[in-house]
């Protein structure tokens, strides 16, 4: 008789462990990719180069402004913005003072328009239907008659 015995292949799952190994890798990557195509808002800086290049005007702008001396509070309340301006002296800017400006939302690009109307020494409100809440920022240019001007910026979390 022969003395020959079956002996099973023990090493036959060895080859699925690896398969099995990087389909779940694939698995992942794919949860992870689809995970950030969806959430990229698209929101990006226009014409970097270009701005990056002309970065010392906005040094120039932000020392002029400096140099007025204006101070500009803003803040909101029951739907409404306002913003109180005082001059270099600390005396509230005169009512001949022009403001405009917009409500931003920055992550997607929404722009709400403002018209300020004069509500005392120095400060002025405007009234805003904000359709979501969260972080806005408030982009406002105050204009004397005389062409000086300051330009605001103040991110708001609104309710």
């Known amino acids: ?23 779940l890798v694939i698995a992942v990557n794919g949860v992870l990719i689809a ?14 180069y270009d701005r990056g290049r ?6 120039e702008e932000a020392a002029r402004q400096r140099a007025l001396g204006w101070s ?16 270099h002296a600390g005396a509230p800017l005169p009512a001949d003072t022009t403001i405009t ?11 709400l328009p403002l018209a300020f109307q004069p509500a005392g020494a ?6 805003a239907a904000v ?4 972080l806005w920022e408030a982009r406002l240019t105050l204009t004397r008659p005389d062409g000086s001007r300051l330009q605001v910026q103040r991110r708001l979390m609104l309710p």
């Open 72 to 87: 500009a509070e803003v803040a909101w309340a029951d739907g409404r913005l306002t913003l109180q301006a005082r001059d």
């Open 35 to 48: 995970a950030a195509v969806s959430t990229f808002t698209g929101t990006t800086v226009g014409q970097a």
């Open 101 to 111: 400006g917009i409500l931003l939302r920055p992550l997607e690009g929404t722009e």
């Open 54 to 59: 002309t970065y010392n005007h906005i040094l």
């Open 122 to 127: 120095g400060a002025w409100a405007a009234a």
């Open 131 to 134: 359709p979501e809440p969260g």
């Open 1 to 23: 008789m022969n003395a020959m015995t079956f002996q099973p292949r023990r090493g036959r799952w060895i080859p699925w462990v690896f398969v099995g190994g990087m389909a």
